[in-house]
């Protein structure tokens, strides 16, 4: 099963989190871009049901990532796939727990059993990078991007380029 054969619909206010577990998955970079799709729900109300449709069509199931109970967005989803005789599967609460704040511990848990009953469990955990490693690999991508002579600004560079040879920098 490819990873376009499942999506995650989530809240956004659960966006930086989802995206930091799929990045400790392997499943999604530093920079946002992720290997499953997603569709972020940035309001929860009025839902959309073509959107939905639309996100859900052609994949064999979703997670929704929806904080608190009842399952409101669950619920609204299902219908709506339903009305379109969409036979997406939708897994909501399933691996993840009906009540409590979704942490990143939380949301990676329950990424890990979605991922793993759709066989797209990756073999080992990325480990987190410390912001040194982070932007040595951005200033690698822009230089890849931009050519060689190409600089991440880390706001302490410029002045420093604009003293030029007078040795001062601050």
Known sequence: MAAADI???????????VLRALERLGLADVF??????????????PLVPDEFTRFAQGKKA????????????EQAASLFLRQA????????KGPLPMAGEYTGAVVIAGLRKFLAEFGQLPAADIPLLPAAMLARKADQVLMAENGAG????DGFAGPKKRLGDRGKQF
């Open 7 to 17: 999506g995650i619909v989530l809240q956004g206010g659960l966006y930086n989190t």
């Open 32 to 45: 946002g871009e992720s290997k499953i799709p997603l569709y972020v729900l940035n309001v929860t109300y």
């Open 62 to 73: 979703i997670l929704i990532i929806e904080e608190g109970q009842p399952e409101f967005i």
């Open 85 to 92: 005789d969409v036979q997406t599967r939708i897994v909501g």
């Open 150 to 153: 190409a600089q991440h600004d």
